[in-house]
């Protein structure tokens, strides 16, 4: 209870109105997430973490406003943000949908045709608690090799998460990145870390994007990411993306190669199979 009253405490401090009552959300593992019922009728929900990484929440409000700013999927509105919390719209949630996910597949393909100015930042960020670097580079093999892979090859290593045979494989596919990454396209505007847990199937048929870790990129990797852990209606999402943006050839055959990046994270965050997994995936970006 003396956790609720602070929370409520600091959501009345931040939004300068009333809390009428608090209510725990399950779901996340990061931070602590607390449903608010606001004197003023709206209901929102503030994510806490004692002694986050600096920056860190600001990171997400800054992710989430540029990717409002495409018009595209849509997420929710930044009430207030702080160094030890965020305070966010609340989405009502329903059961997914084949017109929801339709509808995701465009939005997500107008997010995209927003652009951004280069491959990668002007800060860096984070995945979960994970450090991304995204200072830029010109060309998006180049990015992707040198701010995605390979930190988190290393780091996978030093963990013990990734053993030298494996690490090899994927050095080798880096070594091949300019070969294996398919037509070049301009920088998307990407929510950089769109796993099936990070879609919010709301209400009027509307999929909603939280959680991001935005930055300028290519836009296969949020399609490979959505089909990493599973999606419901997932095909549909595609179709109607490619319909709207069609996809160069060879996308398919592409998938394990952007799916190695979050792959690695899990295997520098959790350990497990994930580094094993992440060999997989490239000796099958390899092998395409």
């Known amino acids: 209870m003396a956790r609720m009253t602070g929370t409520a405490h600091r959501a009345e401090t931040l939004l300068g109105h009333g809390v009428?009552?608090?209510?725990?959300?399950?779901?996340?593992?990061?931070?602590?997430?607390?449903?608010?019922?606001?004197?003023?009728?709206?209901?929102?929900?503030?994510?806490?973490?004692?002694h986050p990484p600096t920056g860190f929440f600001q990171r997400e409000a800054a992710?989430?406003?540029?990717?409002?700013?495409?018009?595209?999927?849509?997420?929710?509105?930044?009430?207030?943000?702080?160094?030890?919390?965020?305070?966010?719209?609340?989405?009502?949630?329903?059961?997914?949908?084949?017109?929801?996910?339709?509808?995701?597949?465009?939005?997500?393909?107008?997010?995209?045709?927003?652009?951004?100015?280069?491959?990668?930042?002007?800060?860096?960020?984070?995945?979960?608690?994970?450090?991304?670097?995204?200072?830029?580079?010109?060309?998006?093999?180049?990015?992707?090799?040198?701010?995605?892979v390979m930190p988190y090859v290393r780091a996978g290593v030093d963990r013990g998460a990734l053993t030298s045979d494996e690490a090899a494989v994927i050095e080798q596919a880096m070594r091949r990145i300019h070969e294996l990454a398919g037509p070049a396209e301009p920088p998307a505007r990407l929510h950089g870390d769109l796993w099936s847990g990070n879609v919010v199937w709301g209400t009027n048929h509307?999929?909603?994007?939280?959680?991001?870790?935005?930055?300028?990129?290519?836009?296969?990797?949020?399609?490979?990411?959505?089909?990493?852990?599973?999606?419901?209606?997932?095909?549909?999402?595609?179709?109607?993306?490619d319909e709207a943006a069609p996809l160069a050839d060879g996308w398919q055959d592409r998938v394990p190669l952007h799916q190695l990046h979050p792959l690695l994270v899990h295997a520098v965050l959790f350990g497990g199979s994930y580094g094993s997994r992440a060999a997989a995936a490239a000796q099958a970006a390899l092998s395409a």
């Not at 409002?68 to 965020?86: K, Q």
């Not at 652009?115 to 800060?123: C, E, K, N, S």
């Not at 959505?226 to 095909?235: A, E, K, T, V």
């Open 63 to 148: 992710g989430l406003r540029w990717l409002a700013e495409a018009g595209g999927a849509p997420v929710p509105e930044v009430l207030s943000v702080a160094d030890d919390c965020i305070i966010l719209a609340w989405v009502e949630s329903e059961k997914p949908s084949g017109d929801s996910a339709e509808r995701l597949g465009r939005a997500l393909a107008a997010t995209h045709a927003a652009g951004a100015d280069t491959f990668g930042l002007d800060v860096d960020g984070f995945i979960g608690l994970a450090p991304l670097p995204n200072r830029p580079l010109p060309t998006w093999p180049e990015f992707f090799a040198s701010r995605r």
């Open 206 to 241: 509307t999929a909603w994007v939280i959680d991001p870790a935005a930055h300028g990129g290519h836009r296969e990797t949020d399609l490979a990411m959505l089909s990493l852990f599973g999606l419901p209606h997932l095909q549909r999402v595609i179709d109607a993306y």
């Open 20 to 50: 009428i009552s608090t209510t725990p959300v399950a779901g996340g593992d990061i931070c602590t997430t607390t449903r608010l019922r606001l004197t003023d009728g709206r209901n929102a929900v503030i994510k806490t973490r004692p």
